[in-house]
């Protein structure tokens, strides 16, 4: 697996708002829509970047809900499992055979919990706190 590292670029500050606005609207990191804007480039140019991940990445960054996170997900040969330490697995599909902590690709259930606004499919949804006053 490709490790990450960071950059530095100097950009002309419109280009950082536009990346800001473009994020935002795609409803992703300003990280995540660079490392997929790079990656079509690249593939667009015929030099794709070899990360057997890309795929994984792509759906992360794209999806709207757990749901189309698996269908997307599954479009690249994986889906995401509960793992018995609580945490999201990736697991290659359809042989559903763990391939990685999801953790390991900088993403987390907590995160995408809140990012969805919906606990992940199959979680039981905590009742809500009672609204009772003090007499």
Do not use: C, K, N
Not at 2 to 22: E, F
Not at 37 to 53: I, K, N, Q, V, Y
Not at 100 to 124: I, Q
Request: glycine share 10%; charged share 20%.
């Amino acid at each position: 697996m490709t490790q990450s590292m960071p950059v530095a670029l100097d950009l002309p500050v419109p280009l950082i708002l536009a990346l800001g606005q473009a994020a935002r609207d795609a409803g992703v990191t300003p990280t995540d829509f660079v490392i997929l804007a790079l990656t079509d480039a690249l593939h667009e140019r015929g030099h794709p970047p070899g990360d057997a991940t890309a795929g994984v990445r792509q759906a992360l960054g794209l999806a709207g809900d757990w749901l189309d996170l698996q269908r997307r997900l599954r479009q690249a040969g994986h889906v995401l499992r509960r793992h018995r330490d609580g945490g999201l697995y990736l697991h290659d599909w359809p042989f559903d055979r763990p391939v990685l902590p999801l953790s390991d690709l900088g993403y987390t259930l907590a995160g995408l919990t809140l990012r969805f606004a919906a606990p992940f499919p199959g979680e039981p949804v905590a009742a809500p706190l009672s609204q009772t006053r003090a007499a």
